[in-house]
């Protein structure tokens, strides 16, 4: 496409002035350790797998028929599985897919919303996207919200908890202070990596979810993802949980726009997920202990490692020289994420891999810091 | 739901003036006869199927990485199959999503969009989605487009062909006469149903579609579906063809939205489909045939009925009493559609069945024949 030359003459404004959201890359050769984009080192649950070939075996002639419009097995099963009722349930395609529905369904053109100016790099896009202002507020120096810095008039607020790149956790308080302090704005908690979080040591069921909130406050929305926890990246399939009302505004904006997001297979498959309550706490832990390793290892090599909740550490090389280490690391077949952005510019994220892939990336840095160039810059 | 009061105070002045469009209903128990939504009676290719089951036979585990975000493989084989370009392909999740990223992308809010009085229903919707005037062109007396009545200002002319629910065809004579009048507007032609279009009795490969005329007309953008002549409705993928200067316009619009619409299965699917032409071709001519037998039918029973270039046939009962067969045919359960919308009202839309569906429609049409309420209202 780069010797293409682009001719805008029939687009409209608004497909002029975009700058869309650049995913991380996904490259598709072997013996690649792809550390960039927070996928999950695990595979699905494997009933996810037995459900898809089960539509395929017993009804592969109803791909012929459209889906349920408002996927309804699978938002049973979330309510379920998350004590709501089905109506304050929400499910799109991806994550992403819910998110842009939020910008339109709740966010005003007349009043910006805020953000922290390191999280998310879509949430600037879908701004853009929906004509609305967002102001970015500045994460202290330390990198964590501080909930008084969003004392001011907005129609929403889009934190992700934890956040991204950093992995930080705000807590339930401020979320709730969040909530209290704006009733005339909807606080979106973008909940990707939540279920990585835990409060302490060996305690992945404590209340960190903002889900246990929304029978409380009814202008907190919640939104999550198969693709991190529940390894389903490659399926799309994300949700919301919020207020009835809420989720009915949600529904209504997918209805205007595309009634069928989410296909047979997929619905089958994320239920299947859903419903597979051990093997989701199982995979939970082993990415939590896995972090947890990691960020040891990292450490001893004197990294600054932030201490993250997610499926992915946010760290500091020792100098600063992120950008090189990556470079480096790339040239054997390791890729991990930099972001050359400021304040960050001298981190790396990098997701949480097999422990075998952790050791390949730890022995890589070790190579690293014995070559003086590297260490020197 | 109908008990819950919704609460519309959070919601954006958008989502509180959204008529969201109605699908035709999509009931689950068995033994209907379901010629409502214009799904194909046939199962889509065996080879799709297969394609799935590979998938997650070999890569079960790569469901937990992210989807190949502009479905390379999938838009390599429609551009080979359509003989075209891979940079004038792009595809989305069902020609729904397609075609809202084409209201977004082309059509402003200084200069309506023109679109035929009777026509697919969610084009309004889109239109209000997207703030966007829609001005309707009223169809002539025998529901036939007239292309000097689009002779206006317009920043774009969307257009079903075969238009639905009349099934009509337009010529590609008339759709260049719209591309040359209107050089600075985009002409969208909505072709979900042009598989099962034909100009002569046989002749299913003559030119009817307007993918022909793209490298010739830089302002036309072609958009079809995978839900009705392949299928697979349930699997949500569709496409659109043009410039690739208009391409890349959807591309950005969808990164600026949702970056992998398509999952991996629903990919290999669909690649699978294509890549099948004889399967295609076959059930093509299938359907068309079955059509030709139930016009035949309906035709024999004072059934009028439009000349359909569709999976489906507009038809107008012996007095015009639809609504009330409507019903009729849901007590027996049998499926039709029926608009309650002037100039359409007298008229059922019928999808073509299988050989044997059919046969249950026209046998119970004949009792209610025999019926003399219905037959006189």
Redesign the interface.
Known sequence: ?SE?K??????????RN??????GE?P?HDNLC?LN?N??????S?K??EA??KV?EQQ??????????ESDDLRSALAETYHLDT?QVFVG??S??VL?LVF?????KERPILAPDISYSFYP??A??FGVDLVQIALEEDFSIDPDAYRQPC?GIIIANPNAPTGLLLSLADIRKLASEHT???IVIDEAYIDFAQIKEGDVDAQVSAVSLINEY??ILVTQTF?KSR??????VGMAFG????I??L????????????????QA?ATASVLDADYFAQMREQVIDLRQSLTAELTALDYNVLPSHANFVFARPKGGNASAVASALREQGIIVRHFNKPRINEYLRITVGTAEQNQRLITALKALEADAEIATI
Chains 1, 2 share one sequence.
């Not at 682009?6 to 497909?15: P, Y």
């Not at 975009?18 to 995913?23: A, C, G, K, N, R």
């Not at 592969?60 to 459209?66: G, H, K, V």
């Not at 207020?243 to 809420?246: G, K, M, R, V």
């Open positions: 496409m293409l682009i001719d805008t003459r029939l687009w409209s404004s608004k497909a975009l700058s869309p959201y650049v995913p996904q598709q792809k984009t996928e999950n080192p695990f595979p699905p494997p996810v797998g898809i070939a395929l592969a002639s109803d791909l012929r028929l459209y889906p349920a419009p109506n395609n991806g992403d897919e842009a339109a369904s709740f966010f005003l896009v879908y853009q996207t129609s005339n704005a909807v009814d202008n693709s390894s389903l990246a490659g399926l799309r207020n009835a009302s809420l009915e505004a529904t209504r904006m997918k209805n205007s726009f595309n009634s069928f997001p989410l296909d047979k297979l997929a498959g």
